[in-house]
């Protein structure tokens, strides 16, 4: 009797122990710090859309830790220019172009200060920013840091952010080609051909430029890029880039599809050419391609 007893003393004993000793999961397991999510990368991208008078990035800040805060993190952030010097100096050749800082009279920073609240691990900080000056062959960067906090600590590293700029608009991408060239004079003088082409979004939200069927993706030919407007009908309007003489041309965009039926007529060292086909997105499931397949066969048809 007086084992059992003891026994189950022994047992309440544990059993309270175990009742005080506070659960893993409600400590706190990591050190408190605050950093910019992504830093570590240097890189941020983000996309700017010219189809917007006043588009809206964001970069988000953020306190490590297992759990929620609980209280209020108020955070400033500057922006550090030498960054992108350094990083020009790192990763980009003497001869290609240089990134360059975002004019600051076309961005703007609608918060002074940052709180992550109490019950948060984050929040999102925006920058306003107009594109429409904006151009597709200048490389734009806005260098930011951390430059105070209320409570808690600094990361080590992740303080400091490029955030990298890449115009476009809904119209723009990386299309694939399936068209035909054929000389209007001499009409049995053609060539087939199928190439990816990367519509870069200019000027504004429904305006891409397109390099021409020999003109390398990264080989700029002044001579061999022109504009395609997309209307309000969705009918397609041509222009010149620099140098590349368009005579003519018209089709339609389908944006159910993302899908370009175009036709084009241009110089050919004197004589005119005419190029047409599709230029249609990458689809990204078998059935999305199979509906394409069944459109392309149905257009054929007609």
């Keep these: 009797m007086n084992k059992i007893v003891l026994l189950t003393i022994t047992l309440a004993l544990l059993f309270v122990g175990c009742e005080k000793e ?3 999961m409600k400590k706190e397991l990591f050190p408190r710090k605050v950093y910019i999510v992504g830093a570590r ?4 991208e983000r996309d700017i859309d010219l189809g917007n008078t006043t588009d809206t990035i964001a970069i988000s800040v953020a306190v490590s830790g297992s759990l929620p805060l609980r209280k209020d993190v108020t955070v400033t952030l500057s922006e550090n220019p030498d960054e992108i010097a350094l990083y020009n100096q790192r990763n980009v050749s003497g001869e290609a172009v240089q990134y360059q800082k975002l004019n600051e009279a076309v961005y703007s920073y609608p918060l002074e200060q940052l709180t992550i609240k109490a019950g948060q691990v984050y929040n999102t900080y925006p920058i306003h920013i107009n594109p429409a000056t904006l151009q597709c ?27 990298r700029l890449h115009l476009m608009n809904k119209y723009s991408g990386l299309y694939y ?4 060239l054929k000389n209007t004079v001499n009409t049995n003088d053609s060539v087939m051909y199928k190439m990816a082409r990367n519509l870069v979004a200019t000027d504004n939200g429904s305006t891409v430029r397109m390099y021409h069927f020999n003109n390398e993706t990264k080989d700029y030919r002044p001579t061999h890029t022109f504009k395609i407007t997309i209307n309000s009908d969705n009918s397609l309007s041509y222009s010149t880039w620099d140098k590349f003489v368009i005579y003519d ?3 339609t965009y389908y944006p159910d599809i993302e899908l370009y039926d175009f036709w084009y007529e241009y110089n050919n060292n004197g004589t005119r050419w005419r190029a047409k086909g599709v230029m249609y997105k990458e689809r990204k499931t078998s059935a999305e391609q199979e509906e394409l397949d069944d459109w392309l066969d149905e257009h054929r048809k007609k």
């Design 22 to 24: 506070e659960s893993p």
């Design 41 to 44: 990368d240097q890189l941020i």
């Design 137 to 163: 062959d200048s490389l734009y960067m806005i260098p930011l840091r951390l430059n105070s906090i209320s409570d808690y600590e600094l990361s080590d590293n992740d303080t400091t952010v490029l955030v």
């Design 177 to 180: 080609v399936d068209g035909m």
């Design 249 to 251: 041309g018209g089709g």
